[in-house]
């Protein structure tokens, strides 16, 4: 996702309930010990997801994108008691942090870890049933067909969450959308495939790279 250190940012950070000890020292672990931190997630994004899963109150979870896991325990604040997280990532070398934060969470008899390319997973059938709430955030090469799997995975009345739907701008940029194989190209095409789907309704907002809402209807 994208960081806006600009001071509305940091008033709204300081004006938001915090996001607690572990998930700061897991932060600050990400920083020093990946070599792509600015994939994670800030505090704003976190307090987002953690506030959209508390009003969605979901069964089952979905991620694309585990990173170091910021976001799976974010989302996981508002699980039912018996509760579940499925999330995927690429990079199975971060599968100590994930063991080390979801411990120190208490949520790691709630989450399903599934490593591998995420079209791998999808095709493999281990997703099985269906989830109140999905949060994709992985490749741009294949978004069109994450979002369609996880449309035809959501409950009806449920909720897609996708994030960089702006792209940093590249979805505005024409040159950059003459390209059919660029990010923004495919983001765009991605956004379009959303706002013309039957089954849904969503809302694209303009805050940190852009994020879709969509329900299913």
């Not at 976190?46 to 585990?66: A, D, Y």
Request: hydrophobic share 35%; charged share 25%; aromatic share 8%.
């Amino acid at each position: 996702m994208a960081h806006f250190e600009d001071a509305t940012n940091e008033y709204s950070e300081v004006h938001s309930s915090p996001e607690g000890d572990v998930l700061s020292r897991l932060r600050r672990d990400t920083w020093l010990s990946t070599t792509k931190p600015q994939m994670l997630s800030d505090p704003i994004q976190g307090r987002f997801l953690s506030t959209i899963s508390k009003m969605v109150k979901p069964k089952r979870i979905l991620e694309f994108g585990t990173f170091t896991g910021y976001s799976t325990i974010c989302l996981s604040e508002g699980l039912t008691p018996q509760g579940e997280i499925h999330t995927v990532e690429i990079n199975d070398e971060l599968e100590n942090i994930h063991e080390k934060y979801f411990k120190k969470a208490g949520v790691l008899d709630k989450i399903t870890r599934y490593y591998g390319h995420a079209l791998d997973i999808i095709k493999s059938g281990k997703l099985e049933g269906k989830y109140d709430l999905i949060w994709l955030d992985a490749d741009k090469e294949h978004q069109i067909e994450y979002a369609d799997f996880a449309i035809s995975k959501l409950n009806r009345g449920g909720w897609l969450l996708i994030d960089n739907a702006i792209w940093g701008g590249a979805v505005i940029d024409n040159k950059k959308l003459a390209k059919p194989k660029s990010g923004g190209s495919r983001i765009h095409q991605l956004n379009q495939y959303i706002l013309n789907h039957k089954e849904v309704e969503n809302i694209l907002l303009p805050v940190w790279d852009g994020v879709q809402i969509v329900r299913k209807i």
